[in-house]
């Protein structure tokens, strides 16, 4: 995560709360021991600090997007 860049572009709301444990997307508090079904959520985790709900949410509607083109 390229802290510079989000602050940069207006997201220091967002980077604040993934500072604070806290998912940018739905605000709940992560635990990243315990979070994530496997190892490429947490990495995504690392990249977007998104918990493993929202995870599931984005890449489902992204998914769902892809087939139907």
Known sequence: MN???LCDT???EELKMVDSSR????GEYINPATEFADDISLVEYKISGLCQSCQRKVFKEVQNETSNH
């Open 3 to 5: 802290k510079k860049i």
């Open 10 to 12: 207006g997201f220091e």
């Open 23 to 26: 998912c940018p997307c739905c």
